[in-house]
């Protein structure tokens, strides 16, 4: 009975998708928030692993077998590797330390440390991360450790470092690695290393350099070990991809037939209820190719690492049924719900789940990674694991004889994270917990029932989506709408807080891992405004609480509510008074808007945005030297873009309190956001521009921030500033895009698009955004869309996976709200 609706879905996603992107940095599969999220970092869905959005591995297999013949048309088998020197993620050691500069042969495996102090690795700034507390500029390490000879295939080392680390083994250096890397990773190394290690007693010498943030140092060294090799298993041929906005869909030739994936995760914003449910669909599409039956079966293996932050942390499955679904389940053994904090970072508390409805007659087991590809070429599904660390959870289904006519399974594969995020020492329940709706078994089963209607809507949806994003843009503009489309909702969690508000709130991802972070939420307003303001609210309404409760208690706005996944209060070390507070103020306005000019959610707020108001009236039109959003090249005073943000913001207090019918206060602040903008224009004039810092007409930026002047109808800014600035910015541009301002020439590509809506010619703004498009077509760095990428050459800077591509939307927006502007 399923099939009718979800082959006319199917074949509307293939129509609209013809015209859509075939191209990303890295393709969304399964997207519901910043724990359950996976990807593919390659074009074929078959050449790599599937990832998590941080990079680790997250490994989802795909096989099908054909007439007894085995294809490979999803992932690759991990990478595993055997211990030869543990890290401290495995065993804590011992080492020698000093963080005072020792003399020049420190390293050498002589060196007599006697004096220095001995400790416990690893080193962090943060205890709960760290066996022994560092939190100087430098430390030096030495570790002795046993090695007995062996036969090691490709030696790896294992390496923590924030921020700058030199490694030397045995006295001579064999890594230097800059920045900072967030976790231990895999540091390949020179062929001749291994041969470095001697037999019996070896010293592993470590200095790292703290620059600023946060500390950590730890190291080990691994072998990569041979891949298990499965002769008989073929590449399946991909033949095309298809991004949408809520599905990726591959198809692919497996010998004599042909197979369709298409990976659903239904975030439609109208339905909150089901864009918070995190289960996700895998469907299966099977047909002959050659007009002949053929027997085929197809498999799904997903690693628990789906389930854990380390691949070394245990994990304990089940194996169960309902009434409509046969069931695989794993979770560590642990358990540390909201243990941790922090950026690079993955859920290890909660419990995965792979369901298949009973009527696909699907043989599910659990088994080890070694034992899963083998398994399904031998048609052998008993169970081999129930715990432990090399976990796979296995799901073969029987298509039986199949023939021309396409024949459809599918599986769900979703996440219980029990509790989300903290709030205010609070901790919250999952959105989807209700009155009809307590165990996950019930989520997945009612996910089975909707399936169909889902397809269907979710169809419909992603073409009246892109249909919309073309008439605002074009088809470029269109197609990076489509690819920020998932990620965008997916950098966040919604839940409610004990109050009943909604909270949408977001995880700021590869960037310092805040959440709730004001000036995310900022840029990525325009998708939320336009499909579903609440949502909007729930990203405001915390910052609000912290304000009004006088957990807060300053005349602006704060920076965030704490580090996700603990929203407790402002984490982040240093405010953005200006910033913050503009941003609050253009933001309330435009849900304002978006409610039809109903200022119920102002007047909610009005003392409180009376409060900012007053700050930026004072502090904002020629702004001392405080840190905003984009001073990734240092601390700026009298930014030009951070002063026009507070003239918008003051003229949105304006705007709100004429709504609210009190003429007097909107006079008031009209008359003082037009005498800031009198003065923005003596500052900032540069001739045939406006400079970035006052006074200083060498210099320039994009002015981004007036867009919400123009959108909202202020009218602050006349149109001689807007169209300056566009024809100085179109001889501006590099190959990737407009530089961010004159300091340097990365760009952030959410501010491009907001820059380009400026422009009021069509030609202009195809002209801005074009750059934009080929980023994201050509960019030789394969991870979630970053908004921060290098004009010059089209690589990522820093941040990926973020909410803020959310803003992409804005020309969107512009083109919806325009009927109303006077």
Not at 237 to 249: G, I, R, S, W
Not at 324 to 342: C, D, M, N, W
Not at 634 to 654: E, T
Request: one cysteine or more.
């Amino acid at each position: 009975m399923k099939r009718f609706p979800l082959t006319v879905c199917i074949a509307m996603l293939g129509f609209f998708a013809r015209a859509q992107d075939t191209k990303a940095p890295a393709y969304p599969l399964i997207t519901h928030n910043p724990y359950f999220s996976i990807w593919s970092f390659t074009d074929d869905l078959n050449a790599s692993t599937t990832h998590h959005w941080t990079g680790k591995d997250q490994s989802l297999l795909g096989l099908i077998k054909v007439d007894g013949e085995v294809y490979r048309f999803m992932g690759k088998e991990p990478v595993h590797y055997k211990t030869l020197v543990p890290g401290g993620d495995e065993k804590p050691y011992e080492v020698k330390y000093t963080e005072t500069q020792p003399s020049q042969n420190w390293a050498d495996e002589k060196f007599d440390a006697s004096t220095w102090k001995t400790g416990t690795a690893p080193f962090s700034d943060d205890p709960k991360q760290g066996k022994t507390v560092w939190t100087s500029r430098d430390i030096w390490v030495r570790r002795v450790f046993n090695f007995h000879k062996t036969d090691i295939n490709k030696l790896f080392l294992k390496l923590h470092h924030d921020d700058e680390a030199e490694v030397f083994l045995n006295g001579e250096k064999i890594n230097t690695s800059s920045g900072a890397n967030g976790d231990l990773q895999m540091m390949t190394l020179n062929d001749d290393v291994a041969g470095k290690l001697k037999e019996g007693e070896n010293v592993l010498a470590l200095h790292c350099t703290n620059t600023g943030g946060g500390a950590a140092l730890d190291a080990g060294f691994a072998d990569e070990l041979k891949p298990t090799e499965h002769a008989e298993v073929l590449v399946a041929k991909q033949t095309a991809v298809d991004v949408t906005a809520t599905q990726t869909l591959y198809k692919f030739k497996c010998g004599k037939v042909d197979l369709m994936v298409t990976f659903t995760s239904p975030l439609l914003m109208k339905n909150l209820d089901l864009m918070a449910r995190p289960v996700s669909y895998i469907t299966y599409s099977v047909k002959s190719n050659n007009g002949q039956a053929h027997n085929v079966q197809v498999y799904f293996g997903a690693s628990a690492d789906v389930a854990r932050n380390k691949p070394t942390q245990p994990v304990t499955t089940q194996k169960y049924a309902t009434s409509t679904l046969s069931i695989l389940k794993a979770g560590t053994v642990e358990q540390p719900i909201l243990q941790k904090r922090g950026d690079d970072l993955r859920i290890d508390w909660g419990y995965m789940y792979v369901a298949a409805p009973k009527s696909a007659t699907a043989a599910q087991y659990i088994s080890s990674a070694d034992e899963a590809v083998t398994s399904f070429f031998k048609n052998d599904s008993k169970s081999t694991v129930k715990e432990g660390t090399d976990v796979v959870l296995n799901t073969v289904i029987p298509f039986g004889k199949v023939g021309k006519t396409a024949v459809e399974h599918f599986v769900e594969l979703g996440y219980d994270d029990i509790t989300p995020v903290q709030y205010f020492h609070v901790n919250l329940q999952p959105w989807w917990k209700n009155a009809q709706i307590k165990t996950f078994d019930q989520l997945l089963a009612k996910a089975t029932t909707d399936y169909a209607s889902i397809m269907k809507s979710c169809a419909a949806f992603n073409a009246f989506m892109y249909q919309d994003a073309l008439k605002a843009g074009g088809e470029k503009y269109a197609k990076l709408c489509v690819l920020a489309y998932r990620q965008a909702i997916a950098a966040h969690i919604l839940v409610k807080s004990p109050q009943g508000e909604v909270l949408f709130l977001s995880k700021e991802n590869f960037s310092n891992g805040s959440i709730n972070t004001v000036d995310v939420t900022y840029p990525s307003a325009p998708l939320f405004l336009i499909y579903n303001p609440k949502l909007m609210e729930g990203m405001l309404n915390g910052i609000f609480y912290f304000s009004e409760t006088g957990k807060f208690a300053h005349d602006f706005a704060a920076h965030d509510l704490g580090t996700y996944p603990l929203a407790n209060g402002q984490t982040y070390g240093e405010g953005m008074p200006v910033e913050e507070s503009g941003n609050m103020l253009a933001l309330t306005a435009a849900i304002v808007r978006a409610n039809g000019n109903n200022p119920a959610y102002a007047k909610k707020h009005w003392t409180t945005l009376t409060a900012w108001t007053n700050y930026l009236a004072r502090e904002g039109g020629d702004p001392a030297n405080q840190l905003c959003t984009d001073d990734f090249a240092g601390h700026l005073a009298r930014n030009s873009n951070l002063s026009a943000k507070a003239i918008v913001g003051v003229g949105c207090y304006a705007h709100l309190a004429e709504l609210m019918g009190d003429k007097a206060t909107a006079a008031k602040y009209k008359a003082i956001a037009k005498e800031m903008v009198t003065k923005w224009m003596k500052l900032a004039d540069a001739g045939d521009h406006y400079s970035l810092v006052f006074e200083k007409p060498e210099t320039w930026s994009q002015k981004y921030n007036i867009v919400w002047d123009k959108i909202l109808g202020l009218n602050l800014f006349p149109q001689s500033v807007y169209d300056r600035e566009v024809k100085f910015y179109l001889g501006k541009q590099n190959e990737f895009g407009i530089p961010l301002d004159s300091r340097k020439t990365y760009t952030k590509s959410d501010w491009i698009m907001w820059t380009a809506t400026l422009a009021k010619d069509k030609s202009d703004f195809e002209a801005l955004v074009a750059p934009v498009y080929k980023y994201a077509m050509e960019t030789p760095t394969r991870v979630p869309l970053s908004d921060w990428h290098e004009t010059t050459d089209g690589k990522q800077v820093g941040f990926q996976a973020r909410s803020v591509v959310g803003g992409y939307f804005i020309k969107e927006l512009q083109e919806k709200w325009k009927p109303s502007l006077k």
